[in-house]
């Protein structure tokens, strides 16, 4: 793991919350939509709010695919569930709604998870990449012989 | 009666978002590092590979029918039920799917990891 991947995995945290939370802001800007007044729905893009969420969330999704290019799903989730912890930050002091202790007792949950898999390994070897390896372990034995 | 189709919306979701996630997984490990290939081929080379992947759409797919499962539980049920509980047993049914489907090795500290953070959202959504 090198500090641009855990800048990856900072960015599927960083993007999957700010996006959610300028969605619900944009979306308490635009109003209820009726269901019979559905089409509406396409026209909320327009709210500059709206516009920036669905950026970030486009963000999140790429830094998600480049995440799990190169780590174990396993891994990926549970490190990147620090954006929950983030949602709780934002709401509390940006947002100015009241967490209770249940909330954040489930911030302390989720903290003490995010540490425990990113301690551990990133990504399981597979036959391919092990095949690989063995393959350059018998090739500098064999130019380790004379 | 009610609380039979929430358990259902939240069942479809578990089901469909696991199946995303691991085909979306699964699709990125066959195009590979992604960082490398940048370096190597150019962005438009990773994206096309990307989306030439038949993985991909299909986990899109599965991803499109979870989104509007959970929409259609949420015009039925209760969402303190149905979000906090299909995210959370989201996380304990990946766990399982990736040590089946993909081969991950799913050790004692994953699995640790997967059960805090799947009790946590409970807790944050209660």
Redesign the interface.
């Known amino acids: 793991m090198t500090f641009r991947k855990y800048l990856v995995l900072a960015g599927v945290a960083v993007f999957a919350a700010v996006g959610d939370c300028l969605l619900s802001l944009g979306m308490k800007q635009v109003g209820s939509i009726s269901l019979h007044r559905l089409p509406e729905i396409v026209l909320t893009v327009l709210n500059p709010t709206v516009a920036l969420g669905i950026l970030l969330l486009l963000g999140f999704f790429a830094c998600y695919m480049t995440a799990l290019s190169w780590a174990d799903l396993t891994y990926v989730l549970p490190a990147t569930s620090v954006s929950y912890i983030l949602i709780t930050l934002i709401a509390r002091f940006f947002l100015h709604e009241t967490v209770s202790l249940g909330r954040w007792l489930g911030v302390a949950l989720i903290s003490i998870g995010v540490g425990f898999v990113t301690l551990g390994p990133a990504l399981t070897p597979h036959p391919r990449q092990v095949e690989s390896n063995d393959a350059l372990a018998v090739q500098l034995s064999s130019g380790a012989e004379p | 009666m009610k609380s039979i189709y929430e358990w259902g919306a939240v069942a479809a979701i578990v089901l469909t978002s696991t199946a995303g996630?691991?085909l979306?997984?699964r699709a990125?490990?066959q195009?590979?590092?992604?960082?490398q290939l940048r370096r190597r081929s150019g962005l438009l080379a990773v994206v096309g590979r990307?989306l030439r992947n038949p993985n991909f759409p299909l986990g899109i797919l599965a991803m499109a029918v979870a989104f509007y499962s959970l929409l259609f539980g949420l015009s039925w049920g209760d969402v303190s039920l149905i979000v906090p509980a299909s995210t959370s047993l989201t996380?304990v049914t990946?766990?399982l799917a990736?040590?089946i489907f993909?081969?991950?090795?799913?050790?004692q500290?994953?699995w640790?990891?997967?059960?805090?953070?799947a009790?946590?959202?409970?807790?944050?959504a209660?």
Not at chain 2, 102 to 107: A, F, G, K, M, T
Not at chain 2, 112 to 117: H, I, T, W
Not at chain 2, 119 to 124: F, N, R, S
């Open positions: 996630d691991v979306l997984s990125m490990k195009v590979g590092d992604v960082g990307v996380f990946n766990a990736a040590k993909l081969h991950e090795r799913v050790d500290r994953r640790v990891a997967a059960l805090l953070v009790g946590g959202v409970v807790l944050l209660a």
